[in-house]
């Protein structure tokens, strides 16, 4: 009768096999330690997606307005001067479909919400969308536990190193050389001593500034438009089918930006918010792009707003909240 043969085991490995293990354990051991703790450490430093995320977590049953969109949203808006419970849910290069991801991920702790801000800026229907691969699924996972990875989520998913290890390393590096983070953030994840820009690097000397170029997205694609158009009705649908107020909201600009804008762009945005107006009675627009109350010193550049801009831009916005609330009741 022929002999069993014995179940493979690690322990029937060769000698030589053995010590390739050895040599592979102490090789990669070390590595995976330093990456843990430096995993770690990234997630134990305050950044603005932990503080929001606190501040959502806390607060999310009472939330009545969501505010989405870009970095001139993120620096536009301090909700510390909106009377009415509000999370600003927007974010350096953010788009559309990350803003729709957001809410329809949220929308089922919301049980308040009542109204929902987008942004559409200049050119916005004519910037494609976020990537499937855009590295904030990750913070977004992690600290606010909303799922943009259109699939199910990996332990992995949730490694901040891993999305993107410049940004985090340089917020480790900040950390260590300022010793904290906590004075650059309010509870409500708004940066409000955020003033470093190009303007403030030129002095706010008006010369120099309206002589240096500037980025400005004046191409025109009418592919991306179509989409991005039809995207934007597909999220005010949804809005109007969940019984919630919108609010387009296009920030601040500087004069400079504002005379450099490709006139076709701008007529297309502007034909399509008018659209959207007229077919949408749950719909508003506050077009703030040029507001005579911003002064040179409110800005951090172009189509940016400094923490002393936010405060006039914020409180224009809580009147236009507090006019929506009072035709919806």
Same mark, same amino acid.
């Given at each position: 009768?022929?002999?069993?043969?014995?179940?493979?085991?690690?322990?029937?490995?060769?000698?030589?096999?053995?010590?390739?293990?050895?040599?592979?354990?102490?090789?990669?051991?070390?590595?995976?330690?330093?990456?843990?703790?430096?995993?770690?450490?990234?997630?134990?430093?305050?950044?603005?997606?932990?503080?929001?995320?606190?501040?959502?977590?806390?607060?999310?049953?009472?939330?009545?307005?969501?505010?989405?969109?870009?970095?001139?949203?993120?620096?536009?808006?301090?909700?510390?001067?909106?009377?009415?419970?509000?999370?600003?849910?927007?974010?350096?290069?953010?788009?559309?479909?990350?803003?729709?991801?957001?809410?329809?991920?949220?929308?089922?702790?919301?049980?308040?919400?009542?109204?929902?801000?987008?942004?559409?800026?200049?050119?916005?229907?004519?910037?494609?969308?976020?990537?499937?691969?855009?590295?904030?699924?990750?913070?977004? !996972? +992690?600290? $606010?536990?909303?799922?943009?990875?259109?699939? %199910?989520?990996?332990? *992995? &998913?949730?490694? =901040?190193?891993?999305?993107?290890?410049?940004?985090?390393?340089?917020?480790?590096?900040?950390?260590?050389?300022?010793?904290?983070?906590?004075?650059?953030?309010?509870?409500?994840?708004?940066?409000?001593?955020?003033?470093?820009?190009?303007?403030?690097?030129?002095?706010?000397?008006?010369?120099?500034?309206?002589?240096?170029?500037?980025?400005?997205?004046?191409?025109?694609?009418?592919?991306?438009?179509?989409?991005?158009?039809?995207?934007?009705?597909?999220?005010?649908?949804?809005?109007?089918?969940?019984?919630?107020?919108?609010?387009?909201?296009?920030?601040?600009?500087?004069?400079?930006?504002?005379?450099?804008?490709?006139?076709?762009?701008?007529?297309?945005?502007?034909?399509?918010?008018?659209?959207? !107006? +007229?077919? $949408?009675?749950?719909?508003?627009?506050?077009? %703030?792009?040029?507001? *005579? &109350?911003?002064? =040179?010193?409110?800005?951090?550049?172009?189509?940016?707003?400094?923490?002393?801009?936010?405060?006039?831009?914020?409180?224009?916005?809580?009147?236009?909240?507090?006019?929506?609330?009072?035709?919806?009741?």
């Amino acid at each position: 009768m022929q002999d069993q043969q014995k179940p493979s085991s690690i322990f029937n490995f060769s000698k030589a096999q053995l010590n390739f293990l050895k040599v592979c354990a102490f090789f990669f051991l070390p590595i995976i330690i330093i990456y843990a703790a430096a995993e770690y450490a990234a997630a134990s430093i305050p950044n603005v997606y932990s503080v929001t995320g606190n501040y959502l977590n806390e607060n999310k049953k009472d939330f009545e307005v969501a505010i989405f969109g870009s970095s001139q949203i993120k620096n536009a808006v301090n909700i510390e001067f909106i009377e009415k419970p509000t999370i600003n849910l927007s974010s350096t290069g953010q788009h559309h479909n990350t803003d729709f991801g957001l809410l329809t991920e949220l929308r089922h702790t919301f049980p308040n919400l009542k109204t929902v801000v987008f942004e559409v800026s200049f050119g916005h229907f004519e910037i494609p969308h976020n990537s499937i691969y855009f590295w904030k699924h990750t913070p977004f !996972l +992690k600290y $606010y536990n909303a799922n943009l990875f259109h699939r %199910n989520s990996y332990f *992995s &998913d949730k490694w =901040l190193l891993k999305s993107h290890p410049g940004v985090f390393s340089e917020n480790m590096y900040n950390y260590i050389k300022n010793d904290s983070l906590n004075s650059t953030f309010n509870k409500y994840g708004f940066e409000y001593n955020f003033f470093e820009g190009k303007f403030k690097n030129l002095n706010f000397d008006e010369e120099l500034i309206v002589k240096k170029p500037f980025v400005i997205s004046n191409r025109e694609d009418l592919k991306i438009f179509e989409y991005n158009v039809d995207y934007f009705y597909k999220m005010l649908d949804y809005c109007k089918k969940q019984k919630l107020n919108v609010l387009i909201i296009s920030p601040p600009t500087y004069h400079n930006y504002i005379e450099s804008r490709n006139p076709n762009i701008l007529k297309r945005r502007d034909s399509i918010i008018k659209a959207v !107006l +007229k077919k $949408y009675p749950n719909v508003y627009y506050f077009n %703030n792009e040029v507001d *005579s &109350d911003m002064v =040179l010193q409110d800005f951090r550049n172009e189509n940016h707003i400094s923490p002393k801009g936010a405060k006039k831009f914020t409180l224009k916005l809580n009147d236009t909240l507090n006019k929506i609330n009072n035709n919806f009741n």
